[in-house]
């Protein structure tokens, strides 16, 4: 046998490799077979293991209480007095592990042990069951997983966002593992070195080309021209009364759409969701390098781009007699549709950039302390360094824009009854006034305050899936099943009885979908019928389009003089050369229709008068 010193942990296994000579008839040293014999330092017999004619591996775990110091152990071969000394140093545990003395080994220490979490001192590895993140705090320090740190601090954290849910095996120094979707650092915030944030989605990819950003550039811009412009074109707006609606649920089920289910939807239904809630809706990698603080800061600057669109047309209709004449009165309708499209997505962000998460620090000289850190990338402290710049602009969004939007909203009712009367508010109030048309117009007057109580029932259910993930579907269901009830209540809050069919339908779909996400526990199942429900959506959604469109068509000249040429055309080729079926007439009868008698021309003259009237 080859003497050399080993360094083990508590736990690990002293190993030896062992071969036997002995000497033949003729004098040569031949491997041989026999008994070998392990003691320790007091000379007791710890262990004897028979050995055949080749070399063995002989492994012997001394079960330790203390670490921190030097011993031997020395192997004899049967009975003879030559014998081998093997010297061992036992190590300190590593960081994430700590001295079990009835067991004698290295187990998980109490920063990093909780239900099913399991720690193996032979290959360092830490094992638990998903949706969990443990690692150290300052996870950008290489440091090796053997290695015995003094300043470390570990985070035992519960990850619902990036982390896999499926059972992992990982080191301390390689938590990536842990993590899904291309994902590491602390807490699976950030991507991994060398990937990016993805628009469209949390997941993280490569990027190939750092040209393309400005290519990106100009296809927001230019989309949201184009959006605009289709609004205009077809009156996609709230002044008609169908999309309020729509609206709540396409703003909902993006809300909701990782709660419903993991997979996701189909990538078509998803797309169209996407767009309607002002979402790229497709991955794409925006620029090199980007992260989700980046991102949140492109969250809030395209729906601001989109007002300044609409902003500046409206500037421009009122300067321009041509492009006012071109817009119709569609301008301020399409502001008013994109401020109420835009609040649930800048509303979500605000929620985003303010959602703290407090973890414990377990460090390895026994001080237990608290950090803030910001939910959605734990790599930045919350309210410091970068993250500070982006909360405060967060706040300056909810206080101008957040808070007086929901109250103008859902009291407009009480403002134009009681302030407008008053002079200083008067002037204020002309202002406003088109806006507020725009959003109560299809209402039935004493229900004007329903788009209100649509935006203010969205916070409730946006806060429910932001903290409460696991009973967000039962609020859900209750507040469509509140919004569905009190309309049936009223009596329907829209003028027209298309508008009361139409939200009712996409309530129910609602109810639906909550309904069958809580019944139901096999994802399969799920994800089938969240596919059905979408799909019902997007059609419901395309027939209003066409809905839209064929009453821009209507109100058009050219239109009606093309329906009236068309109709005219069939009644002339209708009409038959001889009516045999018209029953003769007398010579009176005629001479009446040729010259009316004067009660005729009375009832006519009357007739006319009312219609003037009207």
């Not at 609020?475 to 298309?498: M, N, P, W």
Request: hydrophobic share 45%.
């Amino acid at each position: 046998m080859r003497r050399r010193d080993q360094h083990i942990y508590p736990g690990q296994a002293l190993k030896f490799n062992v071969a036997l000579f002995g000497f033949n008839y003729f004098g040569r040293r031949n491997l041989t077979d026999g008994i070998v014999q392990l003691y320790d330092s007091t000379n007791f017999l710890l262990n004897q293991t028979y050995i055949p004619n080749t070399c063995s591996l002989i492994e012997y775990m001394p079960k330790l209480t203390h670490t921190g110091y030097q011993s031997y152990l020395a192997l004899s071969f049967s009975k003879l007095l030559n014998h081998i000394i093997s010297f061992f140093f036992v190590k300190e545990c590593p960081v994430g592990f700590r001295l079990d003395k009835s067991q004698g080994s290295c187990t998980c220490s109490q920063s990093v042990s909780r239900e099913n979490v399991t720690c193996d001192i032979n290959s360092l590895n830490i094992t638990h069951n998903g949706l969990l993140w443990i690692g150290t705090y300052h996870t950008s320090t290489p440091f090796d997983a053997s290695a015995t740190n003094p300043n470390a601090c570990i985070i035992n954290e519960d990850c619902l966002l990036y982390c896999s849910p499926n059972p992992v095996t990982f080191k301390l120094n390689d938590t990536h593992t842990q993590c899904v979707d291309n994902r590491g650092q602390r807490m699976c915030g950030s991507c991994r070195e060398g990937y990016s944030l993805l628009m469209g989605s949390n997941k993280c990819g490569q990027c190939h080309n750092n040209y393309m950003m400005i290519a990106w550039i100009a296809l927001f811009a230019v989309m949201g021209v184009l959006l605009v412009v289709l609004l205009i074109a077809l009156n996609l707006t709230v002044s008609v009364g169908t999309l309020n609606g729509l609206f709540f649920y396409a703003n909902i089920v993006k809300l909701y759409e990782p709660v419903f289910s993991r997979k996701g939807a189909l990538p078509v239904l998803s797309q169209v969701i996407s767009w309607i809630n002002l979402d790229f809706g497709f991955e794409i990698c925006f620029y090199n390098g980007m992260d989700s603080y980046a991102k949140q800061w492109l969250q809030f600057a395209f729906p601001l781009y989109l007002w300044i669109i609409i902003i500046i047309i409206i500037q421009f209709c009122k300067r321009y007699g041509k492009i006012s004449r071109l817009m119709g009165s569609h301008a301020v309708p399409v502001l008013s549709t994109l401020t109420f499209l835009s609040y649930t997505k800048l509303v979500r962000n605000i929620v985003i950039v303010l959602h703290k998460r407090e973890v414990t620090l377990h460090c390895t000289n026994e001080s237990v302390r608290s950090v803030s850190l910001w939910y959605e990338d734990p790599n930045l402290e919350y309210t410091k360094g970068k993250h500070a710049g982006l909360f405060g602009f967060a706040l300056l969004v909810s206080v101008f824009f957040v808070i007086p939007y929901t109250l103008f909203l859902l009291l407009n009712h009480f403002y134009e009854k009681y302030l407008s009367n008053f002079k200083v508010f008067r002037k204020l109030w002309s202002h406003f006034k088109p806006i507020i048309d725009a959003y109560s117009g299809p209402m039935k007057d004493k229900y004007r305050f329903w788009p209100g109580l649509l935006l203010v029932a969205r916070i409730p259910v946006l806060l429910t899936v932001t903290f409460l993930k696991n009973e967000s579907c039962v609020l859900l269901l209750a507040v469509a099943a509140i919004i569905l009830s009190l309309s049936f209540i009223f009596g329907g809050v829209y003028r027209k009885k298309l508008n009361n069919i139409i939200e009712f339908w996409f309530l129910l779909n609602l109810c639906i979908m909550a309904s069958l996400s809580i019944a139901f526990t096999d994802e399969s199942k799920v994800l089938i019928w969240y596919n059905t429900c979408l799909s019902v959506f997007i059609f419901s959604f395309i027939l209003i389009v066409f809905y839209h469109l064929y009453l821009q068509l209507s109100h058009m000249k050219c239109y009606d003089a093309l329906i009236k040429k068309l109709l005219k055309k069939q009644d002339e080729d209708d009409e038959p050369l001889l009516d045999l079926t018209e029953p003769h007439k007398t010579v009176d009868q005629q001479r009446r229709e040729i010259v009316p008698s004067s009660t005729d021309v009375r009832l006519s003259a009357c007739r006319e008068s009312v219609v003037e009237l009207f």
